[in-house]
């Protein structure tokens, strides 16, 4: 009796050795090391817009850029400089036609902006996991039981690359406050106006040969 209480307290006190371990590699826990990385990047472009408004020349240069880059959703469009708001309608009506409006305020840029321009910024936010795939240890068990190291991989590269706005994933959509009714009810409306698949009866399927 003396040497089975004696085994378990000294197994007791090797795991409480063993806990700050734990805690301190996330590896032993279920959560996955391989996590999305959302990075953002400014591209500025500086118009020519002396009576503050754009040309259209100017304005097919904007377009060219914003082709040139693929500008799409997750992109957001900001103005910056002392033009008015007929350069920002110009500006806005070109981004329109991707599908996009301009926001306001600007990021802080480098360099000044010249005199008589207007400068476009596009902030572009990117996801990615990486280090993946992460094969540097074997597939096999460890004694400390760490998750492999490319546990979380596939699951959160796929999301990196599905999610539509990467931004979503460092700060939630806001709601808008004002809701519809007939929205919200028409998952339920559907599940209920559809037919049962039992309503025609069960089919009669033979498994000998004809």
């Keep these: ?114 005199q008589g321009m207007v400068r476009v910024v596009v902030a572009r936010t990117v996801a990615s996991v990486p280090g993946c795939p992460n094969w540097s240890r074997p597939s096999q068990p460890t004694f400390e039981h760490e998750s492999m190291s490319n546990y979380g991989c596939g699951v959160n590269s796929n999301m990196a690359a599905m999610v539509a706005n990467p931004q979503d994933l460092v700060h939630g959509r806001e709601g808008s406050g004002v809701g519809d ?5 028409r998952a339920v409306d559907s599940y209920r106006k559809a037919v049962p698949t039992g309503q025609g009866g069960l089919q009669d399927i033979s498994t000998k040969d004809k």
């Design 1 to 114: 009796m003396n040497r089975s209480l004696m085994l378990i307290g000294l197994a007791s006190a090797i795991a409480a050795c063993q806990t700050p371990a734990a805690l301190d590699n996330p590896a032993r826990s279920v959560d996955s090391v391989n996590v999305p990385v959302v990075t953002r990047a400014d591209y500025a472009l500086d118009l020519y817009a002396p009576d503050g408004s754009l040309s259209s020349t100017e304005a097919a240069r904007l377009d060219g850029w914003f082709r040139s880059m693929g500008l799409s959703y997750g992109d957001v469009v900001y103005i910056d400089g002392p033009g008015g708001n007929d350069a920002r309608n110009d500006v806005a009506r070109v981004a329109g036609q991707y599908g996009l409006l301009v926001a306001s305020g600007a990021p802080t840029s480098a360099g000044l902006i010249p």
């Design 181 to 185: 009714t007939i929205t919200a009810v």
